[in-house]
């Protein structure tokens, strides 16, 4: 098997986000352990303007599928320029972002070549000569290992889980990579993006979440007091989504989004595993809850039992009193 992998980086809305850097994380870990290269793939209408900001170390060359019409996410149009840059070279592994498209394109990519995938991985690399990955199963509680023999297999980077690799001042080569778009099924129709000026839950280094403990919707009304005090994102449970008390925008855990803050509040969240999964590689953190046996109190860096109605205003007045609000 060629010790190559190929990170591909997706814009969205005309950037390059988060979560390229952290494809570029993953592969570098699995070159790293492979003695193998990393190659990246840029796709999009200004893709070789993009790829400059691609200056990450250990990257050997950039390529680059530029064309107008990978202005929006068409995964047909995109699966043509990302074949394009494929063709003729024998990646080992290709890995992509766990976003929406990201997911959408490397299951089109895995079924037309018959190669393996694996999805929302939080582990890769080698055993015995063989790539490994592995994935939470079970809704967290237990961790599956996918091993691929394969020529070339897919595989899906479960977000906010690998640090961003860091940029530096070496830029590697970057390869513009001719493609004319043939004729799809998929037509583009419109993009409404979501109208919200709330931080985003998924790149927030604070996050402060409620649970089923909040009794009902109007609890969040204090999560939010606390959220805007501290300048954090709101998150929420499982529970209290499925309970109508926020959108599913707001999950945290196996079957929402994972994420990664320097603190995170669990508020009134008794921290059942699929919620632990997605956010127990926070920095610090703390939960406030009246049950002190609970799991999410146990896994908490501080825990403080008592009723939340009592204790966040108290926070909030604490802190906007040392703030000299």
Known sequence: MENQILAVCLPQQGVLPSSAFEVLSAAKNLANQSQGKVFAAVLGEKAQELAKGLTVSGVEKIFA????KLTHNNDEIYAQALSKIIEGKKFGAILFPGTIFGKSLAALMSARLKAGLGVDITEIGMDGGKIQARRAAYSGN???T???TQETSFFIVLPMVFP????TGNAAEIVPVPFEPAETKMEYVSFQPEASSEIDLGTAERI???GRGLGNAEGFKVIRELAETVKAAVGASRAAVDAGWIPYSHQV????KTVHPKLYVACGISGQIQHLAGMSSSGTIVALNTDPECPMMKTASLSVTNDIYELIPLIVAE???????
């Open 65 to 68: 599928a530029q064309h107008p």
């Open 142 to 144: 237990a961790l599956a």
């Open 146 to 148: 996918l091993s691929t």
């Open 164 to 167: 961003q690799a860091e940029k």
């Open 208 to 210: 402060v979440s409620g």
């Open 253 to 256: 855990g196996l079957t929402g």
């Open 319 to 325: 802190i906007k009193k040392r703030r000299g609000g």
